[in-house]
């Protein structure tokens, strides 16, 4: 069995999430709640199910919405290339999600999203330069606008990473390490370079995963 712990600040609120799986044959068992579930007594608020074979699907239950999202992937080959495909459907909106991605090399990606239904679609292109800069420029067909992402590895453990929204002109700085001794930690900040007032907001996230 695994448990991870993640605990997440911002200036006006904090909160906590823990996550437990377990192995059963092929299938992993997952078990995730948050600070809600335990604060003012064993509760199902922020209680959610989940069983998952990797690689072909996973089930998800909100137990307090009593709320099913079934995930289905799937990896086919078209000219020798791998084409990723994931069905996402959440029974309780009753939204279907159609996401797939091609590989063309090691370096470069290009994938697609669409919501069925609406005029929501993205395109994404993604490459990868010396394995370490992530170039990720995406277009969304529905609002006619680009994102744009770029994410340095440094020293092995730590990434850096700045996104920009062209709709709503956010702008979005992230600092995170991965550590399997000493945890994992995101100190990011995002600011609207469209409001007068342009104050930063901070967050700041670590996450413990232990063996039981």
Not at 92 to 106: A, E, F, Y
Not at 118 to 127: D, E, H, I, M, S
């Amino acid at each position: 069995m695994k448990a991870s712990f993640k605990a997440r600040y911002e200036p006006d609120k904090a909160a906590a999430f823990a996550t437990v799986t377990a192995n059963a044959g092929d299938f992993k068992l997952r078990a995730s709640m948050t600070d809600a579930t335990i604060v003012n007594g064993p509760c199902l608020n922020g209680l959610a199910l989940a069983v998952e074979k990797p690689g072909f699907f996973i089930i998800d239950y909100n137990v307090p919405k009593k709320d099913l999202r079934f995930q289905f992937m799937n990896t086919v080959r078209v000219a020798e290339k791998p084409v990723n495909l994931t069905y996402i459907h959440s029974k309780g909106d009753d939204r279907t999600i159609l996401d797939g991605s091609l590989v063309l090399d090691p370096a470069n990606k290009v994938s697609a999203n669409h919501v069925l239904g609406t005029g929501n679609a993205k395109l994404k292109y993604t490459y990868v330069h010396g394995g370490l800069t992530t170039f990720e420029p995406s277009y969304h067909l529905g609002r006619n606008s680009w994102d744009f992402m770029v994410a340095r590895k440094v020293y092995g453990d730590d990434l850096f990473r700045a996104t920009y929204q062209t709709s709503s002109k956010n702008l979005g700085l992230e600092w995170s390490r991965t550590s399997k001794l000493n945890g994992s930690f995101k100190i990011s900040a995002s600011l609207n370079l469209a409001e007068e007032q342009k104050m930063p907001k901070l967050c700041a996230e670590t996450t413990w995963d232990f063996e039981m």
